[in-house]
């Protein structure tokens, strides 16, 4: 079967080391739609064994990634909605379905990089825990800045936040210019990787998460060439990954 646009996005950023393989089993279980009761048992030993915790189910195509269904779980009792939800889903193409926990976000965001090879960097940095949110700006505090290359200075062109949340919004901002900092090797692989496939610009989407920054996404101005180049290409670790498809 062929791999979800969504997967394939996650196995590139796990190529170029933006995430462990055990933390891409974390961030995503996927299963197949002929597996949904394995998918359920398995969510409801996880809330008896930990309790008080928020699930999110996405059901996934394999041709797009955005804006997909999703349906929450809070209790044992939830898990009863899920075939339904499919039910209701299902003359849409969908041929897999993920859930994950829920994570306490402290901020989350997105990262331009353009005129590649030369790092030209805008960064915009919201509270809460989906990079949707940048477009309505619902938040508590929101950054934007930008800088010239890796080395140089942010500055800040956009903000808001409020007089009480004034310096956890400037240490939250801090904490993100370092983190990302520390990921320069990675995106600075991940960028010729793109250059190479005529790509100059492309955006990292990123949570972050008790003081660590996750990457979660990329976007390009043509992420069907990407997925074309990985598809005719024997791209190392895709084989992996295979398992549940």
């Known amino acids: 079967m062929q791999l979800s646009f969504k997967w394939q996005k996650i196995l590139l950023l796990h190529f170029f080391d933006f995430a462990s393989k055990i933390e891409i089993e974390l961030l995503a279980h996927r299963f197949s739609l002929g597996n949904i009761d394995e998918m ?64 306490e976000v402290q ?26 949110n940048l477009e309505s700006k619902k938040c508590n505090f929101f ?14 062109k956009e903000s808001y936040f409020s007089v009480e949340n004034e310096v956890l919004a400037i240490n939250t901002l801090t904490k993100v210019f370092v983190e990302f900092e520390k990921q320069k090797t990675q995106v600075y692989h991940l960028g010729n990787f793109f250059r190479e496939l005529g790509l100059h610009d492309f955006t990292l989407d990123f949570l972050l998460i008790k003081g660590i920054l996750y990457i979660i996404d990329w976007d390009t101005g043509n992420d069907t060439k990407v997925f074309n180049y990985l598809n005719t290409n024997d791209f190392e670790s895709w084989n992996d990954y295979y398992v549940g498809e």
């Open 143 to 156: 950054f934007r800045a930008d800088r010239i290359d890796w080395g140089w200075s942010y500055s800040i």
């Open 40 to 103: 359920l048992y398995e969510i409801e030993l996880d809330i008896k064994n930990n309790g008080d915790c928020i699930y999110i189910v996405e059901l996934v195509p394999v041709c797009h990634q955005y804006k997909l269904p999703n349906y929450m779980i809070r209790t044992v009792g939830d898990l009863s909605g899920v075939v339904k939800f499919v039910r209701n889903n299902q003359k849409r193409g969908f041929e897999e379905i993920w859930y994950y926990r829920k994570q």
């Open 107 to 132: 901020a989350c965001g997105r990262i331009l990089f353009s005129n590649i090879p030369l790092s030209n960097q805008t960064l915009e940095v919201i509270d809460g825990n989906t990079v949707r």
